[in-house]
T-cell receptor
Framework: AQKVTQAQTEISVVEKEDVTLDCVYETRDTTYYLFWYKQPPSGELVFLIRRNSFDEQNEISGRYSWNFQKSTSSFNFTITASQVVDSAVYFCALSAYYSGGGADGLTFGKGTHLIIQP | DTGVSQDPRHKITKRGQNVTFRCDPISEHNRLYWYRQTLGQGPEFLTYFQNEAQLEKSRLLSDRFSAERPKGSFSTLEIQRTEQGDSAMYLC????????????FGQGTRLTVV
């Protein structure tokens, strides 16, 4: 069975602060995919990143960075110099490797509601 | 607009009625997925199609739920004899190829069963 835990239900920070969203996962698979999605108030899920379990390199994309640590089963997401537009619910998700990294059988966490105050 | 579109955006129905939702994926995408999201929870996988073939169904998809994708284009999700527990956001997503492309989600259909 797969499980994704996002322990932070809600985080509120002031604009320009850095913020880290935690994600811890459980799986019996030795190979798998991890994802982060953003869900703004409009409702659609916006893909942010997909990482396969072979690749433990951290990734940076503009103000976003991800820290994947297989040893602790964590895939944390940091936003640097947060902006009001970053306000949204952020979901971490996990899928089995046979999915090929598609969106079938994704197991999502409950999400972290991020509020960026001006 | 070339994104995933879902219709209707909102649906209110009485318990026991049947409802049908439609999803139009991005035109060249051959994979289509349905998810359900209840308030305060992450989305839960329901089913997915590769072209017109339904390849996997979650145990969440009871006998009252049926999904189709005729001709491998748009998809419909029907719920028969709706129950209050069916109230949720139903999300559709599409992607290109096997393990190639990221999935794009629609804005969802919010179902309220009264």
């Amino acid at each position: 069975a797969q499980k994704v835990t996002q322990a932070q239900t809600e985080i509120s920070v002031v604009e320009k602060e850095d913020v880290t969203l935690d994600c811890v996962y459980e799986t019996r698979d030795t190979t798998y995919y991890l994802f982060w999605y953003k869900q703004p108030p409009s409702g659609e899920l916006v893909f942010l990143i997909r990482r396969n379990s072979f690749d433990e390199q951290n990734e940076i994309s503009g103000r976003y960075s991800w820290n994947f640590q297989k040893s602790t089963s964590s895939f944390n997401f940091t936003i640097t110099a947060s902006q009001v537009v970053d306000s949204a619910v952020y979901f971490c998700a996990l899928s089995a490797y046979y999915s090929g990294g598609g969106a079938d059988g994704l197991t999502f966490g409950k999400g972290t509601h991020l509020i960026i105050q001006p | 607009d070339t994104g995933v579109s879902q219709d209707p955006r909102h649906k209110i129905t009485k318990r026991g009625q049947n409802v049908t939702f439609r999803c139009d994926p991005i035109s060249e995408h051959n994979r289509l997925y349905w998810y359900r999201q209840t308030l305060g929870q992450g989305p839960e996988f329901l089913t997915y199609f590769q072209n017109e073939a339904q390849l996997e169904k979650s145990r969440l998809l009871s006998d009252r739920f049926s999904a189709e994708r005729p001709k491998g284009s748009f998809s419909t999700l029907e719920i028969q004899r709706t129950e209050q527990g069916d109230s949720a956001m139903y999300l559709c997503a599409s992607s290109l190829g096997y393990g190639v492309g990221k999935a794009f989600f629609g804005q969802g259909t919010r179902l309220t069963v009264v």
